[in-house]
């Protein structure tokens, strides 16, 4: 219990670790659909389901797929800054740069291994790099897989150093 200057009391609360998994989140699916769809242009939504970039009907179906994902990606930072913005301004919380960043590694770690696992192996629905040969997409999408998981490591460590440093 901390005494406020009100002589309240009041307890101090945990970091919201929710909010920086959704901001995780958000920022895989942003880093996944601008550096590997747009930049790189190595994958599109269903590159691998039927629709290879090689027509402007595939390719229009494709960008707007992209589109879609990209708003699910937003709406994960919007809730990510909604849960923030909520747990900060209801109550003081411990702010921890090892809490954000391992609830932010958290978030974009789940991103890579679901989005590997479902997208990539489950559905087929494109690969991480198409622009190797297709007996290759296995081992860049292994990679993948292995980035996300650690990262996912990554951020549990450091969420487990941070919340034994909280006051």
Request: aromatic share 14%; net charge negative.
């Amino acid at each position: 219990m901390i005494k406020n200057g009100a002589n309240e009391t009041s307890e101090a609360a945990s970091f919201p670790i929710s909010a920086g998994i959704f901001f995780g989140l958000g920022l895989g699916g942003f880093f996944d659909g601008i550096i590997l769809h747009q930049v790189l242009q190595w994958h599109h939504m269903v590159t691998s389901a039927g629709f290879p970039p090689n027509s402007v009907d595939n390719l229009k179906l494709n960008t707007l797929l992209d589109g879609l994902f990209h708003v699910c990606t937003y709406i994960f930072l919007v809730v990510g800054l909604v849960t923030l913005w909520r747990s900060a301004h209801r109550r003081h919380f411990y702010w921890s740069s090892k809490l954000l960043i391992g609830s932010l590694l958290l978030g974009f770690g789940l991103f890579n291994v679901v989005e590997g696992v479902v997208n990539h192996q489950i559905l087929g629905l494109h690969h991480v790099n198409e622009t190797v040969p297709s007996e290759q997409w296995i081992y860049w999408d292994i990679g993948f897989l292995i980035w996300g998981v650690g990262m996912l490591a990554g951020g549990w460590l450091l969420l487990k150093k941070g919340q034994h440093s909280e006051p």
